[in-house]
T-cell receptor
Framework: DTGVSQDPRHKITKRGQNVTFRCDPI?????LYWYRQTLGQGPEFLTY????????KSRLLSDRFSAERPKGSFSTLEIQRTEQGDSAMYLC??????????????FGPGTRLTVL | KNEVEQSPQNLTAQEGEFITINCSYS?????LHWLQQHPGGGIVSLFMLSSGKKKHGRLIATINIQEKHSSLHITASHPRDSAVYICAARVIQGAQKLVFGQGTRLTINP
């Protein structure tokens, strides 16, 4: 399967714990996005990477959130000291920018986080 | 006011009916996406539009750039079309991130 993959698919944690999610984009894609979707709402932008550089972060991304893409391939999103309000679906998408590409974003299956 | 607004939020119809979901946006865009999300969360891209009209099977998407409006139509609807349909505007500036509507939950009854 050469699509975007995310791990884990589901995570249940207790308030105050740290969690880390992983996203593996489509291999030749140079751009990677993280979005968050709460129940009944559309996704919201969190941050994005162009290769290994994190170029924009949303105001939604508090100091407890950190994202990395160390080698310009997979990315991790860490949430420290989780709160119940962090419960959501975390979606990753990747795209190819440059040349004749259309920058169409392809989505992973998401990681559903539940904070008890 | 959200930058991307969809209507209706919920839609229930009988199998075979013609379905229309509307999307209005207020941001400058380079493209408009229609996405489908099934229970469990996975998002599938249906269309990416920058002008005119696209058709894929029973699905048709149109966009009017001047009016900042797009529609998704489903002809001969089927229960398997039941899903959440999301409109997303790809903003022109910077990240070209997607700004999403809140989604339309479509239920097609047999």
């Amino acid at each position: 399967d050469t699509g975007v993959s995310q791990d884990p698919r589901h995570k249940i944690t207790k308030r105050g714990q740290n969690v880390t999610f992983r996203c593996d984009p489509i291999s030749e894609h140079n751009r990677l996005y993280w979005y968050r979707q709460t129940l009944g709402q559309g996704p919201e932008f969190l941050t994005y990477f162009q290769n290994e550089a994190q170029l924009e972060k949303s105001r939604l991304l508090s100091d407890r959130f950190s994202a990395e893409r160390p080698k310009g391939s997979f990315s991790t999103l860490e949430i420290q000291r989780t709160e119940q309000g962090d419960s959501a679906m975390y979606l990753c998408a990747s795209s190819l920018v440059g040349g004749n590409s259309y920058n169409e974003q392809f989505f992973g299956p998401g990681t559903r986080l539940t904070v008890l | 006011k959200n930058e991307v607004e969809q209507s209706p939020q919920n839609l229930t119809a009988q199998e075979g009916e013609f379905i229309t979901i509307n999307c209005s946006y207020s941001v400058g865009i380079s493209a408009l996406h229609w996405l489908q999300q099934h229970p469990g969360g996975g998002i599938v891209s249906l269309f990416m539009l920058s002008s005119g009209k696209k058709k894929h099977g029973r699905l048709i998407a149109t966009i009017n750039i001047q009016e900042k409006h797009s529609s998704l139509h489903i002809t001969a609807s089927h229960p398997r079309d039941s899903a959440v349909y999301i409109c997303a505007a790809r903003v022109i500036q910077g990240a070209q991130k997607l700004v999403f509507g809140q989604g339309t939950r479509l239920t097609i009854n047999p």
